[in-house]
């Protein structure tokens, strides 16, 4: 980036947002995994300005604790009772310190897909045109509800008028004002001193700037843009989904041009923080979210939902929910595994199909293959876990630890009741109800003993055709009879 730091940016989220219907503040909501205001501070911070202030009111106390989470260096400015959006970048100034010189930037907390980039070009034009104001406007075919542009015979910016204070004639402009400026802040201080709340809807505006600054002989320019997504607001539900299945396309052409293959990107969903690595293959029907980060070459979906989740390179996970778990690389996941937070999957590891795993860190090429719940464990690298194992991990009051040897191997169907420890190197027998620990070497056997009862089913269960199999095998002297041989094959059909 060539172009200077600003002195500050400047986001005003002070406004109500009424059109939500919502008990969330506007800016709170969430369009790629992130509130509307997180975006504006994102492209705020591409800047690299040296203050980032954020103007708060309406349910002040929620928003500002966002911001500070978002960034806790942000400045919070509040406004007060008088309205607009010149009195709301006025407070933001009274904040940030008296000597601030150079180029603030206005933007708006509601304007999510606008771009960093965005801002570094309007600070380009704004400097090396040496205005003192610069806008962002756009042309729209429908400009209803937008300040128009107002230009004089040589097509400089004169200034800006609200739609309620405008003419019929200034009505029929089609260039509007984004709300998104650079400014000179000297100019801007001494032009807000100026503005007053004259007009049709009683507010301070900070558009009146422009006219004030240009009355004073300084130079006002626009920074027109073509894509207009980047000037859209968010009002009301309807706008949120629209510009959040905007951004997703983006997201989805940005990985898109990276190298990742999305087989349809209609239904894949990218956060805006997720990373992915070349070559990896998103099926459709995959929403990846939060911070979750998939390695090269890996296989993804379909029908996968990762949150804040991390896949190594090649690994493949299919039909899977995963919260803050890890797969290691050259692992497989699924399909219809549920992986919550703590499942750590050693590389080329295993989670098979209808398995369940919460804080469980499963070792290197160990494999937990099928219909398993596996909560609160540690299982040793190559350990193989039977089908239908249960890690018993609560005992109605607390959790218990589970431990799994290397290259142990647990057969199906056990119950390990926790605490317990199998060593390295061991064997439990399938269906055990296991609740001491195995050392090394050792098979443990936990449950009942097999027990055959001679005439049983004659007695039991006289006159049922188990009875006449029963007969019919005793006298063949067989023990199955009618049926292919099974054992040298030569009946069987092809
Ligand atoms: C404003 C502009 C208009 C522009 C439009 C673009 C003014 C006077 N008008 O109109 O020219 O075309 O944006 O969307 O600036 N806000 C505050 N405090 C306030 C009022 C607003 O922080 O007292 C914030 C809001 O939270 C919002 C932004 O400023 O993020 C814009 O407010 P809004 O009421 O939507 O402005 P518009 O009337 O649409
Ligand atoms: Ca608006």
Redesign the pocket.
């Known amino acids: 980036m060539t172009t200077a730091r600003p002195a500050a940016v400047i986001i ?4 109500e947002g009424t059109r939500m219907k919502s008990a969330t503040p506007k800016v709170l909501h969430r369009i790629g995994g992130r509130s509307l205001v997180g975006h504006a501070m994102v492209a705020a911070r591409a800047t690299r300005p040296a203050h980032l202030a954020v ?1 708060v ?1 309406h349910e002040r106390d929620l928003v500002a604790g966002h911001v500070a989470e978002v960034d806790e260096s942000a400045t919070i400015a509040d ?1 007060d009772e008088v ?3 010149g ?2 970048t006025e407070c933001a100034l009274e904040v940030l310190p008296d000597d601030l010189s150079g180029t603030v930037l206005v933007t ?3 304007v999510p897909l606008l771009t960093g980039e965005t801002l570094v070009d309007l600070i380009a034009r704004h400097e090396e045109s040496g205005s003192a104001a610069t806008v962002i406007t756009a042309h729209l075919d429908d400009p209803q509800g ?2 128009r542009i107002v230009r004089d015979a040589e097509g400089g910016v004169a200034g ?1 008028v ?1 739609q309620k204070d405008a003419t019929e004639e200034q009505r029929a402009i089609t260039e ?4 998104i400026y650079a400014f000179d802040v000297t100019v801007l201080r001494a032009a807000l001193a100026e503005v007053g709340t004259g007009n049709a809807q009683g ?1 301070k ?3 009146d700037v422009l006219a004030i600054a240009r009355a004073a002989g300084r130079r006002v320019g626009a920074h027109v843009i073509d894509d207009l997504w980047q000037t859209e ?1 968010v009002n009301d539900r309807v706008q949120l989904a629209a510009l959040g299945r905007e951004l997703n396309r983006r997201n989805n052409e940005r990985w898109m041009r990276e190298g990742v293959t999305i087989v349809d990107p209609a239904t894949t969903w990218i956060d805006s923080d997720v990373s992915i690595g070349r070559d990896a293959t998103i099926l459709p029907g995959t929403q990846l979210l939060g911070a979750t980060s998939v390695g090269a070459d890996a296989r993804i979906g379909p029908d996968t939902t990762l949150t804040d989740t991390e896949v190594g390179d090649g690994a493949e996970v299919k039909r899977t929910e995963a919260l803050l778990a890890q797969i290691g690389p050259g692992a497989t996941v699924g399909p219809f595994s549920y992986l919550r937070p703590g499942t750590v999957l050693g590389a080329r590891g295993k989670i098979g199909g209808f398995v369940e795993t919460k804080n469980a860190r499963i070792g290197e090429g160990a494999k937990v293959p099928h219909l398993t719940y596996c909560g609160d464990a540690t299982i040793g690298e190559g350990a193989n876990i039977g089908a239908g194992t249960i890690f018993a991990n609560y005992d109605g009051v607390a959790k218990h630890h589970t431990t799994i040897g290397k290259h142990s191997f647990v057969g199906s169907d056990t119950v390990l009741v926790a605490p317990v420890d199998v060593a390295d190197g061991a064997y439990v027998a399938a269906g055990s109800a296991l609740t001491g620990d195995v050392e090394p070497g050792q098979i443990a056997v936990a449950r009942g003993r097999q027990k055959n009862v001679d005439g049983w089913v004659a007695r039991a269960r006289a006159g049922t055709a188990t009875e006449a199999a029963a007969k019919a095998a005793t006298q063949a002297g067989t023990r199955h009879t009618d049926t292919p041989a099974d054992s040298t094959g030569t009946e069987r059909k092809a």
């Open positions: 005003l989220a002070a406004g103007v009111r406004q309205k607009g959006t009195r709301a708006y907390g509601d937008y300040g800006i609200e509007i004002n984004s709300g507010e505006y900070l558009t607001g």
